[in-house]
């Protein structure tokens, strides 16, 4: 076994027919972490998941969650709808946690809920609670979440890459990468008293793109660096250490930053595997090199990004998913200023209008108002006699 967890808050039918979405292209311009939105056409089908042992249409968990159907199956446990009945009845996702699963049990949930709390991030799903039920045992509850998941929008985009603007998917496949490092950056830099947390199994079924919001889901495989906790072959590390029945590993921060690398790379669809990177993005002599660029072009999810664009954009991926780690990116808010770096290339190269980066140099600067300027003086000043000083 290999740790494989599938654990979204919505899990794909099992069909080969992806679910059918609106999308909506934003407008051209420089915002590298604009994304489309995304709205499913059709609700989340059962695929035949009630046949399964689980909760049933109806149970109650916890006098509050009572159960609307089953959503999916993954590694950690099953997902469902519920009704919250305590607050009008919102819609709730309610995830069971299978035994060992989870790097806190409940009765550690109830000693960590602060760790739990402080996961404020909007690229973040929050908890809305926890608790035990007699027949599934510890669940998780957490917001519905109608979207498509990033395995999905590539197979979405791979059938139609005119829906996402053809060659500018690759610039989307960026933003996520941006918006994903944002959500990472806050675990990996915590206060000094908090410790560093990893999320540890990040891959393209872990991430929704609801909206024009994406939130990375599966909150129960984050842990502190250097702790157990689930991993997915493939995008795993290649240095992550195993527990002995190879069913969890032992991630760092950088190990994160190895997972998003593979899963933007499975998203571009650039090669089978992050060693594939490795000779597109090689300084080659021009022939060699046009050559490769030639056939990786002919195997992306979506057409090619133009010039040395393509090339590029491996070359970051490619950084990102070395085996060693002391040659993958420092940490997040290094790998964030490189992917902003290809977006921009990207853009320049697609729409042949030059795109820079906002300096900040001349933004709005708070300390201004901090010491007083552009303020009205107080009222004794104004009752102050003239020529008072």
């Not at 035990?132 to 990033?150: A, I, K, W």
């Not at 195997?299 to 040395?308: H, K, N, Q, R, S």
Request: net charge negative; glycine share 10%.
């Amino acid at each position: 076994m290999e740790g494989d967890s599938s654990g979204p808050l919505i899990v794909m039918p099992p069909s080969d027919a992806p679910r059918d979405a609106d999308v909506v292209l934003p407008e051209e311009g420089p915002d590298v972490s604009a994304l489309p939105e995304i709205r499913p056409r059709d609700p989340v089908d059962s695929g035949g998941y009630e046949d399964r042992p689980g909760l049933e249409a109806g149970e109650l968990l916890a006098g509050q969650y009572r159960v609307v159907r089953r959503l999916g199956l993954g590694g950690m446990g099953d997902v469902y709808l519920a009704l919250d009945e305590k607050v009008d009845d919102r819609e709730v996702a309610v995830k069971t946690l299978r035994p060992g699963q989870l790097a806190f049990s409940t009765t550690a949930l109830a000693e960590e809920r602060q760790a739990f709390a402080d996961l404020n991030h909007e690229g973040i799903i929050p908890v809305f609670n926890y608790g035990s039920h007699e027949t599934v045992g510890d669940f998780l509850v957490l917001p519905y979440v109608d979207g498509l998941n990033l395995d999905e929008v590539r197979t979405l985009a791979r059938l139609d890459p005119d829906r996402f603007g053809g060659p500018r998917f690759h610039e989307f496949v960026l933003a996520y990468g941006i918006r994903i490092l944002s959500a990472l950056d806050h675990l990996h830099v915590r206060p000094p008293d908090s410790g560093t947390l990893v999320y540890g199994d990040l891959k393209p079924q872990n991430v929704m793109h609801d909206g024009a919001a994406i939130k990375v889901v599966d909150v129960g495989s984050i842990r502190p660096a250097g702790a157990p906790g689930l991993t997915t072959y493939g995008f795993r590390g290649p240095n992550v250490p195993l527990t002995p029945n190879e069913a969890a590993g032992a991630s760092e921060p950088q190990d994160d930053l190895f997972s998003l690398g593979e899963t933007l790379r499975t998203l571009c669809g650039l090669g089978d595997s992050h060693r594939d990177l490795a000779a597109l993005g090689a300084l080659g002599r021009l022939r060699e090199r046009d050559a490769l660029t030639a056939r990786a072009a002919l195997l992306t999810t979506t057409p090619a990004p133009e010039g040395l664009g393509l090339i590029s954009l491996a070359r970051v991926l490619r950084r990102a998913t070395r085996s060693t780690p002391a040659d993958r990116f420092a940490d997040a808010r290094e790998m964030d200023d490189q992917l902003r770096g290809v977006w921009r290339e990207l853009r320049s190269l697609r729409t042949r209008d030059e795109t820079f980066e906002p300096s900040p140099l001349f933004l709005q600067s708070p300390y201004a108002l901090d010491g007083g300027l552009g303020t009205a003086p107080t009222l004794p000043r104004w009752a102050a006699p003239p020529g008072a000083p």
